[in-house]
């Protein structure tokens, strides 16, 4: 969410003004291709006046997007930032064209001089880079005076990024920033120095910003995807000019293998910390254009542990969690785990939530909605206070584990992940281990987890918990949620849950003798849809009354899918 305090728009309006250009020619010198990928459909929606953003659908047709009353703030930044200008123009029409060149010059015309909301420099840069890669199109039949305007507002918004992008957020808002600041410099006349100045600001940011083992510091995977699609677009705009940075380049050749490697067999992305599956289409896109086919094969990928046999793919989130100003959509998920049958998803998290409001947004983050043991009334990780930071609000997480521990083993019949988390040390004296085992030929995979005190001192905060629970032991439930498109009842007399995937396979699972097991509600948290997904959850629930508790379970592939699965991702 962005702040909007009078003192900010006012900063921002000056900044503005200052940013707008003097007189002089003002051209394209370099006549970019359209790198988003557009849908025709959602387009067609556009220009019906059909918007659906951030889980809300306005319909106002015949009427100016600046003229809509928005239903809330991501809404309205999905609509100032002006992406959708890839789905619309996707059309290909005279009729399309000319939409949306009059969307355009009104906006310039109402908001030009750095009134209204869309003034946020990652917003200006998402919305520049858009403006400049349909340029071409955008100003074809265009009015001289016209074409003015739409270049004063080219030029106007390169000025305003060239002062404000060194103060931009770190990760993906400061990378769009400077990418639209980039693709500035090499278009638009008479500004070949910011071409340079940017790419080597833009080689510096990468370097900071991807880690050594190519991830970044939100581990959010599709925000991820966006830093390397950002990433390739840069180097195929500046590998023409012969100058491309070393240090965009040895950012794309760490990040690329570990996205790879977050993919799940259905090749979408894994859904942790504020992250979505991925566009259709852009996962592929990103890592094919960059010609880089490795993947990450240290262990963890940003911090998360990848299995993968057969036609299953089992990714769990195997480190700490996000802390500080870049956690405000990190969730505690720590020991979650999503599963993927060829192209089903198994079990999953409940997604990211913040396109559906703020209550979501925060339900999505707790630990309940992930596919992972919680106490009752407990997350692992806390979300803090709200805080302001580069003009924008976040509630980062608080209290997080201190120590998560990994380890994984290969043999003939099966791969092994142990991992341990401290969460719930500070509050019951008790350390979360849970131990994972996937078969070779993908068809079973074995779990245990367990809860236990280990020194001393856990034991003599269990003990209290305890005294304050009355002696009748701590509550714990292991979730596993399951996708919404899959069909799930108890079977084998209350023993075991039978899963259907649409694909026609059959999935059991089954906890040990006397483990209470239930089907309880759910909810799918998808981006892009109006309203979250009715789903279930396998719940296995029990009582810690000594210093350890250990319940395990296995879930077996019972019947193959009657269709046949897509290819493996690996091939692209």
Same mark, same amino acid.
């Given at each position: 969410?962005?702040?909007?305090?009078?003192?900010?728009?006012?900063?921002?309006?000056?900044?503005?003004?200052?940013?707008?250009?003097?007189?002089?020619?003002? +051209?394209?010198?370099?006549?970019?291709?359209?790198?988003? @990928?557009?849908?025709?459909?959602?387009?067609?929606?556009?220009?019906?006046?059909?918007?659906?953003?951030?889980?809300?659908?306005?319909?106002?047709?015949?009427?100016?997007?600046?003229?809509?009353?928005?239903?809330?703030?991501? =809404?309205?930044?999905?609509?100032?930032?002006?992406?959708?200008?890839?789905?619309? /123009?996707?059309?290909?029409?005279?009729?399309?064209?000319?939409?949306?060149?009059?969307?355009?010059?009104?906006?310039?015309?109402?908001?030009?001089?750095?009134?209204?909301?869309?003034?946020?420099?990652?917003?200006?840069?998402?919305?520049?880079?858009?403006?400049? +890669?349909?340029?071409?199109?955008?100003?074809?039949?265009?009015?001289?005076?016209?074409?003015?305007?739409?270049?004063?507002?080219?030029? @106007?918004?390169?000025?305003?990024?060239?002062?404000?992008?060194?103060?931009?957020? *770190?990760?993906?808002?400061?990378?769009? #920033?400077?990418?639209?600041?980039?693709?500035?410099?090499?278009?638009?006349?008479?500004?070949?120095?910011?071409?340079?100045?940017?790419?080597?600001?833009?080689?510096?940011?990468?370097?900071?910003?991807?880690?050594?083992?190519?991830?970044?510091?939100?581990?959010?995977?599709?925000?991820?995807?966006?830093?390397?699609?950002?990433?390739?677009?840069?180097?195929?705009?500046?590998?023409?000019?012969?100058?491309?940075?070393?240090?965009?380049?040895?950012?794309?050749?760490?990040?690329?293998? @570990?996205?790879?490697?977050?993919?799940?067999?259905?090749?979408?992305?894994?859904?942790?910390?504020?992250?979505?599956?991925?566009?259709?289409?852009?996962?592929?896109?990103?890592?094919?254009?960059?010609?880089?086919?490795?993947?990450?094969?240290?262990?963890?990928?940003?911090?998360? *542990?990848?299995? #993968?046999?057969?036609?299953?793919?089992?990714?769990?989130?195997?480190?700490?969690?996000?802390?500080? %100003?870049?956690?405000?959509?990190?969730?505690?998920?720590?020991? *979650?785990?999503?599963?993927?049958?060829?192209?089903?998803?198994?079990?999953?998290?409940?997604?990211?939530?913040?396109?559906?409001?703020?209550?979501?947004?925060?339900?999505?983050?707790?630990?309940?909605?992930?596919?992972?043991?919680?106490?009752?009334?407990?997350?692992?990780?806390?979300?803090? !206070?709200?805080?302001?930071?580069?003009?924008?609000?976040?509630?980062?997480?608080?209290?997080?584990?201190?120590?998560?521990?990994?380890?994984?083993?290969?043999?003939?019949?099966?791969?092994?992940?142990?991992? +341990?988390?401290?969460?719930?040390?500070?509050?019951?004296?008790?350390?979360?281990?849970?131990?994972?085992? /996937?078969?070779?030929?993908?068809?079973? /995979?074995?779990?245990?987890?367990?809860?236990?005190?280990?020194?001393?001192?856990?034991?003599?905060?269990?003990?209290? *918990?305890?005294?304050?629970?009355?002696?009748?032991?701590?509550?714990?439930?292991?979730?596993?949620?399951?996708?919404?498109?899959?069909?799930?009842?108890?079977?084998?007399?209350?023993?075991? %849950?039978?899963?259907?995937?649409?694909?026609?396979?059959?999935?059991? =699972?089954?906890?040990?003798?006397? @483990?209470?097991?239930?089907?309880?509600?759910?909810?799918?948290?998808?981006?892009?849809?109006?309203?979250?997904?009715?789903?279930?959850?396998?719940?296995?629930?029990?009582?810690?009354?000594?210093?350890?508790?250990?319940?395990?379970?296995?879930?077996?592939?019972?019947?193959?899918?009657?269709?046949?699965? !897509?290819?493996?991702?690996?091939?692209?």
């Amino acid at each position: 969410m962005t702040a909007h305090t009078f003192s900010e728009r006012l900063r921002t309006r000056l900044a503005v003004l200052r940013a707008r250009p003097r007189r002089g020619p003002r +051209s394209l010198v370099w006549q970019p291709e359209p790198r988003g @990928t557009g849908s025709t459909g959602r387009g067609r929606q556009i220009a019906a006046g059909i918007w659906h953003f951030a889980g809300e659908v306005v319909e106002a047709p015949g009427t100016i997007p600046w003229d809509i009353d928005t239903p809330s703030t991501p =809404f309205e930044m999905q609509l100032h930032g002006q992406g959708w200008l890839d789905d619309l /123009l996707a059309l290909g029409t005279a009729d399309a064209r000319k939409v949306a060149q009059v969307w355009i010059l009104d906006w310039a015309r109402r908001y030009g001089r750095g009134s209204g909301p869309g003034w946020d420099a990652a917003l200006t840069g998402r919305r520049l880079l858009r403006q400049i +890669s349909h340029a071409p199109v955008l100003l074809r039949g265009m009015e001289a005076s016209d074409q003015a305007r739409f270049f004063d507002l080219l030029y @106007t918004q390169a000025g305003f990024l060239r002062r404000r992008w060194p103060a931009t957020a *770190a990760g993906l808002p400061r990378m769009e #920033a400077l990418t639209g600041l980039l693709y500035a410099g090499l278009t638009l006349e008479g500004t070949a120095q910011l071409a340079s100045e940017t790419a080597h600001a833009l080689s510096d940011a990468a370097e900071q910003d991807v880690g050594e083992d190519g991830g970044i510091a939100s581990r959010n995977p599709e925000a991820l995807l966006e830093v390397g699609m950002l990433l390739g677009w840069s180097i195929d705009a500046l590998r023409p000019m012969g100058d491309v940075p070393p240090g965009l380049l040895a950012a794309q050749s760490r990040l690329v293998p @570990t996205l790879r490697s977050l993919r799940h067999a259905d090749g979408g992305l894994a859904r942790f910390h504020g992250g979505g599956r991925g566009r259709i289409g852009r996962v592929d896109r990103v890592l094919a254009d960059s010609g880089i086919r490795a993947r990450n094969d240290s262990g963890l990928a940003m911090g998360f *542990a990848p299995m #993968a046999h057969g036609r299953t793919s089992v990714i769990v989130d195997a480190t700490r969690p996000p802390r500080g %100003v870049v956690s405000g959509s990190a969730h505690a998920s720590t020991l *979650a785990f999503e599963m993927t049958s060829g192209a089903c998803p198994v079990i999953v998290n409940c997604g990211p939530g913040g396109a559906f409001g703020p209550d979501w947004h925060l339900a999505g983050r707790a630990t309940a909605s992930h596919s992972t043991l919680a106490i009752e009334g407990f997350s692992s990780s806390r979300v803090g !206070p709200v805080l302001v930071h580069s003009g924008r609000r976040v509630a980062p997480l608080i209290q997080t584990p201190r120590k998560v521990q990994w380890q994984r083993s290969a043999s003939r019949r099966a791969s092994t992940l142990i991992a +341990s988390h401290d969460g719930y040390g500070p509050s019951h004296g008790l350390t979360h281990l849970r131990r994972l085992v /996937l078969s070779t030929d993908g068809r079973v /995979l074995e779990g245990e987890d367990s809860l236990r005190a280990v020194t001393g001192a856990d034991k003599e905060r269990f003990e209290d *918990a305890q005294t304050r629970a009355q002696l009748q032991g701590i509550g714990f439930d292991i979730r596993f949620h399951l996708h919404p498109d899959s069909q799930a009842e108890i079977d084998m007399g209350g023993r075991a %849950v039978s899963i259907t995937l649409s694909s026609g396979e059959v999935w059991v =699972f089954r906890p040990r003798s006397g @483990t209470e097991i239930a089907l309880a509600p759910s909810v799918h948290l998808e981006p892009g849809r109006l309203k979250p997904r009715p789903s279930q959850q396998v719940v296995l629930s029990d009582r810690i009354v000594s210093y350890a508790a250990t319940i395990d379970w296995t879930l077996t592939r019972a019947q193959e899918a009657t269709e046949l699965p !897509p290819p493996s991702p690996d091939t692209i």
